[in-house]
């Protein structure tokens, strides 16, 4: 009799492994069959697919995830966008490879708050290992160990590639993942006949420019120089490049133009030291090239006081707001 209820013993709990093997095979094929209909390899969950494939004492596979906002996408300090591309650029290589054991999923914050508190999700973006031996209760927060969430300090303060995110797969699962296939239309056979068709373009467009009558208007050339010329000094470009504001309101609402430190300056403030420097400019370029060409003594005499007298005035409010931002005092010499 112990015997034959040792027998059953044995081979009931064979069919309670042998259901729970079953089980899990059938949930690795539908995630391996959400891969497949993915464009890049990376499955969305819901909050029941999360329960449906990660709740339980373990799994036969691990998973990466990746969580976002929908909300916040468009925080370029945050980069999520283009931190999710990063993501699904490493999820189609290990799709391409072959290799399984591991799914890539994202989720989103709206979507799957309770997910995220499970999850203990502090700050965006973040991406964490999901170990297939880690016990996911139906409810409770989630206990990761250190090293399974994506820390910033090992892998660049939100700006994390797919490289990165490929040491982080390879450091967690083995799987080591050595280029990514960055999609480019410079590899494409449309690349030839576009650039080709650009440069016969550009040609057909340069050589009637160059021919057109207004190309040769005098007028035209010199606003074009002295627009060059105000924009160079008055630092235009490097307030494109750095992001420098026109202007700041101050603590009473007012609008603030110049800013009161030799620390730096706004973008208003440039283009009017800008437009002082070209006027005295074309006042000494005036006084040069165009007084002397005038017909009468009596009115190149005029024509000169007023040039010396309006690029005096100029080059003092020059001097004067140059001293105010500086402290520095001139002394004139004679």
């Keep these: 009799m112990l015997v034959g209820f ?4 044995q081979t009931a709990v064979s069919k309670v492994v042998s259901k729970k093997n079953n089980e899990s095979d059938l949930q690795r094929q539908e995630l391996e069959a959400l891969v497949r209909q993915a464009s890049d390899g990376v499955i969305h969950f819901t909050p029941q697919m999360f ?4 709740t339980g004492k373990r799994r036969p596979y691990a998973m990466i995830m990746f969580c976002t906002a929908a909300h916040l996408l468009d925080k370029p300090q ?3 966008r283009g931190l999710r591309k990063e993501f699904g650029l490493l999820a189609t290589e290990v799709k ?3 290799k399984s054991g591991v799914f890539f999923v994202d989720l989103e914050f709206k979507e799957s708050k309770a997910i995220f508190h499970r999850l203990g999700v502090q700050s965006l973006p973040w991406v964490v290992h999901v170990n297939p031996n880690l016990p996911v209760g139906a409810d409770g927060v989630i206990k990761f160990k250190q090293d399974d969430v994506m820390r910033h300090d090992d892998y660049g303060h939100h700006h994390w590639k797919a490289e990165d995110m490929a040491a982080f797969l390879r450091d967690k699962t083995g799987i080591n993942i050595e280029k990514i296939d960055r999609p480019s239309f410079m590899r494409s056979g449309w690349f030839p006949v576009v650039f080709l068709a650009a440069v016969l373009t550009l040609g057909a467009v340069a050589y009637n420019l160059y021919y057109a009558e ?6 035209l050339w010199t606003m074009g120089v002295l627009f060059v010329y105000w924009f160079s000094v008055s630092g235009g470009m490097h307030n494109i490049i750095r992001g420098v504001p026109l202007y700041y309101p101050d603590q009473e609402g007012k609008i603030k133009v110049f800013l ?3 620390q730096g300056q706004l973008g208003a403030e440039g283009f ?5 420097y070209l006027l005295f400019g074309l006042s000494v370029a005036s006084l040069t090239f165009a007084v002397p060409k005038l017909a009468e003594p009596s009115h190149r005499r005029t024509a000169s006081y007023v040039c010396i007298v309006f690029a005096g005035l100029v080059f003092k409010q020059i001097v004067d707001n140059y001293t105010w931002k500086t402290g520095y005092r001139w002394r004139l010499y004679f």
Excluded: E
Aim: net charge neutral; proline share 4%; no cysteine.
């Design 51 to 54: 329960d449906d494939y990660v």
């Design 96 to 98: 391409k490879s072959g």
């Design 78 to 80: 945050l980069n999520l």
């Design 214 to 219: 207004f190309m040769k208007n005098l007028v």
């Design 6 to 9: 040792h027998a059953h013993v």
């Design 272 to 276: 009017i030291m800008g437009f002082m």
């Design 260 to 262: 009161p430190s030799n």
